[in-house]
C-alpha cells in the first residue's frame, strides 16, 4: 500500500496518464500563483462555507423569480376572469368607437347607448388577449389597480370644465363629430 493514490486509480483503470500529467501541472500552476501572490490558497472550509452561501443566495435569487412570475400569472387569471365575467355584449354594434391602443388607432363596433356611456364614463374599453371588451367602470378600476396597461380606455366623469387659458374654449365641440 505504499502507492499514491494517483497511482492506485491508475491500476484500477480509473484515471489515466494525460489526466495525472495534467492534474500536476494544474497543481504546480496554483502553487506558482500563490507564490507570486496573484491567487491566496484559502482554507477548504472558508471555501466550502463561502460556495454553500452563494448557493443558498442563488436559490434565494431564483425563488424570487419563480414568485414574481407565480403573481404576474395570478393576475393576468384575475384580471381575465373580472372581464369574461362583467363583459357587456357587443354583438349588434353599428356605430364605429376609436380609441387609442399602443399608439395605433383602434376601431371598436358599439351601440348608440353604448358610445354614449364610453363618452361620460360609465364604461370602459380593456384589453382581453389580442382583443378589447367592455366593461363597467367599477371594474376596469379594480383592473387597473392590478395592472395599468389593461385599461385601454377609462373616461373621467364629469371632465367638462373649461380651462380659462383655452383659445378653443368659446368653441364647443360638436356631438356629431366622430374622429
Not at 347607448?113 to 376596469?140: M, N, S
Amino acid at each position: 500500500m505504499a502507492n499514491s493514490l494517483q497511482e492506485q486509480l491508475m491500476k484500477a483503470g480509473l484515471a489515466d496518464q494525460k489526466k495525472a500529467r495534467r492534474a500536476k501541472q494544474q497543481k504546480r500552476q496554483e502553487a506558482n500563483q500563490a507564490k507570486r501572490g496573484e491567487i491566496e490558497l484559502e482554507d477548504p472550509a472558508e471555501r466550502a462555507r463561502r460556495q454553500r452561501e452563494e448557493k443558498a443566495e442563488a436559490d434565494r435569487q431564483r425563488e424570487a423569480a419563480r414568485k414574481a412570475e407565480r403573481e404576474k400569472k395570478e393576475i393576468a387569471a384575475q384580471i381575465k376572469q373580472m372581464i369574461e365575467q362583467s363583459r357587456l355584449d357587443r354583438q349588434h354594434g353599428d356605430v364605429a368607437y376609436q380609441f387609442v391602443q399602443d399608439k395605433k388607432i383602434k376601431k371598436a363596433w358599439v351601440t348608440a347607448k353604448q358610445q354614449a356611456q364610453l363618452e361620460r364614463g360609465q364604461i370602459a374599453i380593456v384589453a382581453l388577449g389580442d382583443g378589447y371588451e367592455l366593461v363597467p367602470t367599477v371594474v376596469a378600476e379594480k383592473i387597473r389597480q392590478r395592472e395599468e396597461s389593461a385599461v385601454l380606455l377609462l373616461n373621467e366623469r364629469g371632465n367638462n370644465a373649461v380651462d380659462e387659458d383655452d383659445p378653443y374654449k368659446d368653441f364647443p365641440i360638436p356631438d356629431d363629430l366622430m374622429w
